[in-house]
């Protein structure tokens, strides 16, 4: 099998769904990711540093135990996973549902950081004006904070959809390695280097993930200049 011969059924089925896995991940975990930035970037309250850990934490623990615990909890015989299952008919373990779960977790610090970040270099001064002026905290947060930090928004985005595209440790914990329902890209590299004559294979693939990825990274700087465009359009009228 050549390099640059066209990608086999199996290959192609794992690039979809890796693509279907991070997209999901991304949007399904952007609302709680900007929830929880802003509170950690304007609220003070006891159990902050608390939050701040717990939202970090699967970027300090091994990949394998996120996978673990994501079993034990969301498992069809784990507590949610199980009231899951019952009352709603949802199964997660070993679906690709579940393999966008796992990236989403592993996803979610990174975008949180992000967008932390960028609510916090948004000036106090335009808040403290919103608020003389009588708007509600909401009216300020959707037209003033968001537009002024989606440069980190869309930062925390594409980073997101990198980790999730690549993840690996807690998605084969969780829902295994199923060609077709759960195997991802890299899952699929990790297979092809276990059968003999997969090297080409596994490049195939890791060039496609590489692809991928600068696309992303690509279409984030697109977006950006065009926001910073229509930004400072708005402001000239």
Do not use: C
Not at 194 to 209: D, K, Q
């Amino acid at each position: 099998m050549s390099l640059f011969a066209p990608l086999l059924p199996g290959e192609t089925l794992a690039i979809w769904l890796s693509l279907k896995v991070a997209l999901v991940a991304t949007f399904a975990s952007l609302p709680f990711a900007l929830l929880v930035a802003h509170i950690l970037a304007r609220r003070r309250f006891p159990g902050r540093f608390l939050l701040d850990a717990l939202v970090h934490l699967p970027l300090v623990v091994p990949p394998v135990v996120t996978g673990y615990f994501l079993l034990v909890l969301f498992g069809r015989k784990g507590p949610i996973g199980q009231f899951l299952e019952t009352q709603l008919g949802i199964v997660l373990a070993f679906r690709w549902t579940g393999a966008a779960l796992a990236a989403a977790i592993m996803a979610f610090p990174l975008m949180v950081r992000a967008i932390r970040l960028s609510i916090e270099a948004v000036d106090p001064r335009y808040l403290e004006a919103s608020a003389a002026l009588g708007m509600s905290r909401l009216a300020t947060f959707a037209t003033i904070t968001l537009p002024l930090s989606l440069p980190g928004i869309i930062a925390g985005m594409v980073l997101a959809f990198a980790k999730a595209l690549g993840e690996f440790g807690a998605t084969i914990t969780f829902v295994s390695s199923i060609p077709g329902e759960t195997q991802t890209i890299p899952a699929a590299i990790y297979a092809a280097l276990h059968v003999p004559g997969g090297e080409i294979a596994a490049w195939r693939l890791s060039l496609v993930s590489i692809l991928i990825s600068v696309l992303a990274l690509v279409f984030s700087e697109w977006t950006l200049s065009r926001g910073k465009s229509t930004m400072r359009n708005n402001l000239i009228r």
